[in-house]
């Protein structure tokens, strides 16, 4: 049997105990399946007094997550320390630099450095896995990289931040605003006590750039993304939503286009009786559509320690498994030095259009004229429905659903009614999509 897969930690929070636990655990196993013993032999956390309910056996201790990285006693560097610069940038540069093989959960420092990080990794002729970086436990960076060889990706799209999934499913099951769903979340720990990052699409944006790459060989352009969050999602949308055969998720999408590649992340209107409709709470959801194999949907845990945990262990397990010697395959899938520069393509069109909703004064001519904003920018409507406003007399809301549009026309449509007056509050607009 080869000698001992010898793997040195960084980071020993939720998911890194849980990945020492589970090697403890699953140790016999794990040597079965992969031909070779796999060992933490060496850690590094900030607090080395800290319980964490794991046994560290004989492991190494390095304060310093750089020195641990340059190691020559691992084989591989797991960096579990998150953010995308510091510590964490630096000890995974300095563990390719030293030819270690390299494990890592952070999709900010990818969506930031991974490219960089890529052509290092590749000219050094070592592996650099990344599947914990998006969707938790589900396998669809394994998926993108090495299943869906010679099938062309259009689209790719997904619920991708458990933290936003349980607040739409909550405020739907249960009838409660966006604020008291977000304290609950926060009190339950599915929420950060900042949960900006979350609920405002950043962390959607940063998993969605990484598929990018993946799905069309582009440069990673997490700062080309168009984002939306949740916060302005409102009980009012939520019941309009359901009355008219949809449940509103955050989505992030990407899929090409005439004009280059078009990424967003948004709340998004999918039919009732699709599947991705049904993925609740802090579960995720990558779709994939391909010219060969059509359409694949991978749904599973999004996060926590032990599905974070399972990915990460994954990838330990094929460095285990790889051969000596054996040429690598690219990070991204295309080699980093052959990634396309990133071509940000314009809003175009959504196939099922949008929704719009609008409060407005309850007077003559206002619907007449709404419609008449839409038909000057050749929107044509699916449906339009006029009812009085919650808690007034003053006021109605009128609910449009449009055909297939453009995402200019839509805008000026809207700003032409604002200009003109007619609306009591911002206008409310989601995009509705073709969904798994």
Known sequence: MAEALRVGIAGLGTVGASVVRVLSAKAGELTRQCGREVAVTAVSARDR???????LGTAAWFDDPVELARSAEIDVFVELIGGNEGPARASVKAALEAGRHVVTANKALLAKHGVALAEMAERRGVLLNYEAAVAGGIPVIKTMREALAGNNVTRVFGILNGTCNYILTRME???????????DAQRLGYAEADPTFDIEGNDTAHKLSILTSLAFGTKIAADDIYLEGISNITQADIRAAGELGYRIKLLGVAQKTDSGIEQRVHPTMVPTASVIAQVHGVTNAVAIETDILGE??????????????????????????SQPGFQHGPVFGWPAKELKP????????HAGGYFIRLTV?????????????????????????QRAAESSEVEKTVILVTHETTEAAVRKAVDGITRDGHLTAKAQVIRIERAA
């Not at 007094?49 to 046994?55: F, I, L, N, Q």
């Not at 099951?173 to 304290?183: Q, T, V």
């Not at 399972?310 to 330990?316: P, Y």
């Not at 004064?361 to 429905?385: C, P, Q, W, Y």
């Open 49 to 55: 007094k800290r319980d964490r309910g794991v046994d």
């Open 361 to 385: 004064h309850d007077r003559t001519g206002v619907f007449a004229a709404i419609a008449k904003r839409m038909a000057d920018n050749d929107i044509s409507l699916e449906s339009i429905v």
């Open 173 to 183: 099951a249960e009838g409660i605003s966006f604020d008291e769903c977000l304290s």
């Open 296 to 321: 694949l949907l991978l749904s599973g845990p999004g996060a926590g320690g032990n599905a974070t945990a399972s990915a990460v262990i994954g990838d330990i397990a094929d460095i285990a498994k």
């Open 342 to 349: 990133y071509k940000k393509a314009k809003m175009r069109s």
